[in-house]
């Protein structure tokens, strides 16, 4: 039904930004050549007769081909969405490695110099625009210190200067939201029996906290990662990265509709998936909603 | 003590030693690789159906037509033609290069070049040929012997030649091409160039690597990569690391990051594209009276502007053509001169000033807003307030071209036959496209006999009258033409954009 939904939607704002076959033609082109090539596009079709064939053919697997490219759309985002669903993961990593640490550090040295640094640092990641960001690391690390490539994808250093930018988007958030929830589960009544029963300062955190805090956490990382695969344009645009991100951006700029409307359908079911994913997790985490659910 | 047979030996052995050591000093003093970036992937590898110039570029390293244009005089030269005449006015014959095989061992013939315009400008393909050579001017081929054909127009065409040095008509395989006569080619690319297309990584890389079986004289760089990296800051963080040695399309704003390297050079060429304000003068009121439109020229002032606004990278222009245009003409500009452009107005009867629109496109053209924002402050100043406008690029392109833009706005042409007449030809009243002034009496004359004017000389002569006429008249606010400039890396040799900004890297190498 999400995809049915989408593919409307999609369609419909695509056809109606304008006639893609006006720009693939010159202004100066004579007529015939205009009702030429829409003629062999289908674009002169009824609207709904140009949907209908959309639809039969995407459920088959077969979201059409490139208008500009003149290749099958799947096999472009076959191509190209490897490299984006590798970059959004690492960034995700990335993220993760760094904000749940800063989150957990900073709920158990609430009010310290360690607190106040480390949610300055998670205020600054959600505020700083990523392709200033993207273009300083470019500059340290690639141009001054030379140590990193700039552009393009291949090898693991070609990932750490993409990956580092993307992974800001939701880092700050991450940290933020790990600090609250920890705050909250630490004042529960069971960190304080775990506490009494001798039970090591790690594990409570560890075992006792962090897994009852973490179905917020989860959540958020559903979400963000899906606005991971959004920010990922901007990202793959400054550092030439070869994934969908790009491919869509040239689409729009080119009124592409079938790969405009088949990446945008690709990457919600994407989130579609990730959600339900995140959905049957909150059983394996919580056992309690196992029990409601039973 | 050494025999004469000795120092013959000496000598033939350093005869031998030069013979075979120059070229391999000569090739260890060059990289293997020559880099190109460029901030979008060309569109399509098939022959005839790219747009961009950058796909042109890039395809046409792989391919060749049967005239070339000089890439610093533009003159046209023999390529796979070796000479051509014209037999009556609409008829052309062209003598073809020998021993050319194609990619494919496909030997060129009079059956390449049949193949080729009819692909090109007869099937139903979407092509760029049809735009400079419209299927309504006829181009029927007759294969007359092998290496010999003729090309038969429906009108007499002087610019035949011109149409055929086009790169969208670069030639192509009878055989190896057959099938995809009225389809797409996006799997293999079969040319007669110096070029082969060796890998195609995704949609970011192109590697082309020497044809061994090349026909002329071997291009000095053995491969060549197209890399695309669409950001500008990280094109040029590329060239300053050295991972890349060509960086095109540099931004204005980054040209003094390239120019404080000491590796690096900026490349300025001036680019084809004229600007200007289009006047609508068939149906702005206003617009229709001559003194009005001479009066938007001489309100604006173009230095300044090309001064402070591009750094002094760019030239006035004082007609519809560009400098280097063949057959142009500079007919000398439009004074700054407010008090005579107030003058003018009062005479046509906007004494208190009149209310005009002036459209232009977001992100189509360097500073574009900065640069109407600039025009509407000038024209305010004698008094035609100015009303700025914008719209999208696909619809502004869709209105401009359709003839919808009421009352000016901002546009920049190419030129795609090289000749003055692509532009002129505009202002013929059965044009069928950007009709905002309809040229009448002498003026409508000149233009159609310079179109179907042979006599080189008389062709000149009718151009400038031309160009006059419409500088005369104000048909647009003559802007400028403004510099494209490229980053360099200092051990480029070669390297150059002609000035109808066609990139020539096959004379380009990089020095080890």
């Known amino acids: ?294 | 003590m050494q025999t004469r047979r000795d120092l013959l030996k000496q000598a033939g052995a350093t005869a031998v030693l030069t013979t075979v050591a120059a070229p391999l000093a000569h090739a260890q003093s060059r990289k293997a690789t020559l880099t190109i970036a460029l901030p979008s992937p060309p569109e399509t590898i098939d022959p005839h159906q790219f747009r961009s110039v950058l796909s042109g570029s890039v395809i046409n390293l792989m391919g060749e037509g049967l005239m070339v244009r000089d890439p610093v005089s533009m003159e046209i030269k023999p390529l796979l033609a070796e000479s051509w005449r014209n037999v009556n006015p609409t008829t052309w014959e062209i003598r073809l290069r020998r021993g050319v095989k194609f990619s494919n061992g496909e030997e060129f013939t009079g059956e390449s070049v049949k193949f080729t315009i009819e692909r090109a400008i007869t099937s139903k393909l979407n092509t760029l040929a049809k735009l400079t050579w419209p299927p309504s001017f006829g181009q029927e081929v007759t294969v007359v012997d092998p290496y010999t054909v003729r090309i038969t127009t429906k009108i007499p065409d002087p610019l035949v030649p011109a149409r055929l040095a086009a790169e969208s008509l670069n030639m192509a395989p009878a055989k190896g091409l057959a099938e995809y006569k009225e389809k797409f080619v996006t799997d293999r690319f079969i040319g007669t160039g110096p070029y082969r297309l060796a890998e195609v990584a995704g949609t970011d890389r192109l590697v082309l690597e020497a044809n061994p079986g090349y026909w002329g004289t071997k291009s000095p760089s053995p491969r060549i990569v197209w890399q695309v990296i669409p950001d500008a800051a990280t094109r040029v963080a590329a060239l300053q690391r050295g991972d890349i040695d060509v960086m095109l399309n540099l931004p204005l704003p980054l040209a003094p990051t390239v120019e404080g390297d000491p590796n690096l050079r900026v490349y300025a060429e001036l680019s084809s594209l004229t600007h200007g304000i289009l006047l609508n003068a068939r149906e702005s009121p206003p617009l229709k009276d001559r003194r009005v439109r001479q009066a938007l020229n001489m309100a604006v002032d173009r230095q300044a502007i090309i001064k402070n606004l591009f750094n002094g990278r760019g030239q006035l222009l004082n007609t519809v053509t560009g400098r280097n245009v063949t057959n142009t003409f500079d007919p000398g500009p439009y004074p700054y001169d407010p008090p005579r452009a107030k003058q003018l107005l009062a005479e046509a009867g906007h004494a208190n000033g009149l209310e005009i629109q002036l459209w232009q496109s977001i992100g189509r053209w360097t500073l574009a807003e900065e640069m109407a924002q600039v025009i509407a402050g000038y024209w305010d100043k004698v008094g035609v307030k100015t009303k700025l406008q914008v719209l999208e690029w696909a619809e502004y392109n869709k209105r401009s071209g359709a003839s919808q833009l009421k009352d000016a706005f901002y546009y920049a042409f190419i030129n795609g036959t090289w000749d003055a007449s692509y532009t002129v030809q505009r202002f013929k009243p059965d044009f069928a496209s950007f009709r905002y002034f309809d040229a009448s009496g002498d003026l409508l004359k000149t233009i159609r006999d310079y179109e179907q004017t042979f006599d080189p000389k008389r062709r000149k002569e009718l151009a400038a009258q031309a160009l006059k006429g419409l500088h005369d008249e104000a048909v647009w606010v003559f802007l400028w033409q403004l510099e494209q400039l490229t980053g360099v890396s200092k051990k480029v040799k070669g390297f150059k954009i002609r000035p109808d900004d066609f990139i020539w890297a096959r004379d380009a190498y990089v020095e080890a």
């Open chain 1, 1 to 294: 039904m999400v995809g049915l939904g989408v593919s409307v939607a999609v369609f419909a704002l695509v056809h109606l930004s304008g006639d893609p076959v006006l720009l693939m033609v010159s202004p100066d082109a004579p007529p015939d050549v205009v009702t030429t090539t829409r003629h062999a596009l289908g674009f002169d079709r009824p609207l709904y007769e140009q949907f209908g064939r959309y639809l039969g053919n995407a459920l088959q697997g077969n979201l059409g081909v490139s208008l500009r490219m003149n290749r099958p759309v799947t096999t472009l985002i076959l191509e190209r969405l490897p490299a984006t669903l590798q970059l959004t993961v690492a960034a995700l990593v990335i993220a993760v490695v760094v904000a749940i640490p800063a989150g957990i550090v900073s709920a158990v040295k609430r009010g310290t110099l360690i607190d106040r640094l480390a949610m300055a640092g998670a205020v600054a990641g959600q505020a700083v625009p990523i392709f200033w960001l993207a273009l300083l690391l470019i500059a340290f690390f690639g141009v001054r210190l030379r140590w990193l490539p700039v552009y393009g994808s291949g090898s693991l250093a070609h990932f750490v200067l993409p990956a580092v930018s993307l992974s800001t988007i939701i880092m700050g958030r991450l940290a933020r939201l790990v600090r609250s929830s920890m705050l909250e589960v630490l004042g529960q009544d069971y960190v304080r029996t775990a506490r009494a029963k001798g039970v090591g300062e790690s594990r409570v955190l560890a075992v006792h906290a962090l897994k009852n805090a973490a179905i917020p956490i989860v959540t958020l990382l559903g979400l963000q990662f899906a606005q991971l695969l959004g920010g990922a344009v901007v990202t793959e645009t400054i550092f030439a990265w070869p994934g969908i991100g790009r491919l869509v951006v040239e689409a729009i700029f080119n009124r592409d509709f079938p790969v405009v409307q088949g990446v945008v359908l690709v990457v919600s079911l994407i989130f579609v998936a990730v959600n339900l994913l995140v959905d049957l997790s909150y059983a394996v985490l919580d056992p309690r909603i196992r029990t409601e659910t039973a």
